[in-house]
């Protein structure tokens, strides 16, 4: 098979992190820091070194580790933030660009008395930082932005938002699920309050693990309450971080293959290979005349400078997009993407809510001649 939907879940993943899931289930997969036995300890220093390694990576305000929380995915992260600061009569301010994991807290919560607005994007699929500010009311508690669309792949001026709600005492929350491993995240530079992260997709952890890392002077209310391991005398759930926000025995196998993500990706070139690889797709696509890349002009094939990252959904003229990605996964073994990608409020901007789109996203593990073999399917698709 030719997987080319890592905007969903990268895969496969490098053999170190299956590995380090073996290594940790055989020798290692206590219950962290509940006990005092010396195994137990150690399973629980190895998630606080990651805790203290991914605050430095997304250069978490203080870097301080206990402000980054363990979640199963960055749908769960997003809904423990967006929850738990806003009350009943607040506003929030979103896009059209955000993944339904945004989306459907935002209407769900509307049921609460929090109320939304939703910036446009142009035709680029690029929200200007101004209608952000121009939906902002007195009552804006928050502002929730993707860093980059999942089916566009446009990446969004995030630290122009951030400066802008600092101005005004509004809370950021920058979902990078698209952007984590793929392009710099930088907390402290855009401005986050609040940054969500998934851990399969970029960062190219296995399934089940994602985070949420929260700044300093930033109190979110539990929506969870439960063990933690520490402290069990204590009637109400802990009010420090990171147990505030976790409850329940965390994923530590899931966390082991995290970090070994994490250590692969630091020293890959897998930007780089996903760059060339894309510079390759673009300049097929646009030699295909019947093909049209959504919100890039025919014939542009430079990503970095239409502030892409390598996530593209195509249409070819006068085909049901799920018609293509049936054709190119019985016909050829490639594994796409089709219709919405649960974004359906961008499809619905760019004009292509009737069928979607036809999703690519390459991986570091894809080769140039799988491109070519991409390519040579799409120019024989009737
Ligand atoms: C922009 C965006 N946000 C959030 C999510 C949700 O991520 P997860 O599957 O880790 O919950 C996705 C997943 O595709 C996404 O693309």
Request: with cysteine; aromatic share 4%.
């Amino acid at each position: 098979m030719i997987y080319l939907d890592n905007a969903a879940t990268s895969f496969p993943k490098p053999l170190s992190v299956a590995e380090a899931m073996g290594d940790f289930l055989a020798n290692e997969a206590v219950n962290p820091g509940r006990s005092g036995f010396d195994l137990s300890l150690k399973a629980g220093a190895r998630i606080d070194t990651l805790r203290h390694r991914l605050a430095q990576y997304f250069n978490h305000p203080t870097h301080d580790p206990n402000r980054v929380i363990f979640t199963n995915n960055a749908t769960e992260a997003l809904n423990i933030a967006i929850q738990g600061v806003c009350n009943p009569g607040d506003h929030i301010v979103s896009s059209v660009l955000e993944h339904n994991s945004v989306l459907r807290p935002l209407f769900e919560l509307q049921k609460a008395g929090i109320s939304h607005d939703l910036a446009p994007c142009d035709e680029r699929g690029f929200v200007d930082p101004e209608s952000i500010e121009s939906l902002l009311k007195p009552e804006t508690r928050l502002v929730v932005m993707t860093h980059a669309s999942n089916v566009l792949g446009t990446v969004q001026q995030v630290g122009k938002i951030g400066a802008l709600c600092q101005s005004k005492g509004i809370l950021f929350l920058l979902d990078s699920a698209q952007t984590a491993g793929v392009i710099p995240v930088d907390m402290a530079a855009m401005g986050a309050d609040m940054l969500v992260f998934t851990g399969h997709k970029g960062l190219m952890g296995p399934t089940g693990t994602g985070g949420l890392l929260v700044a300093d002077n930033i109190d979110i209310k539990p929506t969870r309450w439960g063990g933690t391991g520490v402290r069990s005398v204590v009637r109400g759930h802990l009010e420090e971080y990171p147990y505030r926000l976790e409850a329940g025995t965390l994923n530590t196998v899931g966390l082991a293959g995290l970090d070994a993500g994490l250590d692969w990706l630091l020293t890959s070139e897998a930007g780089e290979i996903e760059t060339e690889l894309s510079a390759h797709l673009l300049k097929g696509l646009a030699e295909i005349p019947s093909i049209q890349v959504v919100g890039l002009e025919k014939g542009e094939t430079d990503l970095v400078s239409a502030h892409r990252t390598t996530v593209l959904s195509i249409l070819i003229e006068g085909t049901n997009p799920a018609k293509v990605g049936m054709f190119l996964d019985v016909e050829w073994d490639i594994a796409v993407r089709t219709g919405l990608q649960c974004a359906p409020l961008v499809h619905e901007a760019m004009g292509t809510a009737d069928g979607g789109t036809i999703r690519i996203s390459p991986g570091p593990f894809n080769t140039l001649r799988e491109i070519d073999t991409l390519l040579e399917a799409l120019v024989s698709f009737k």
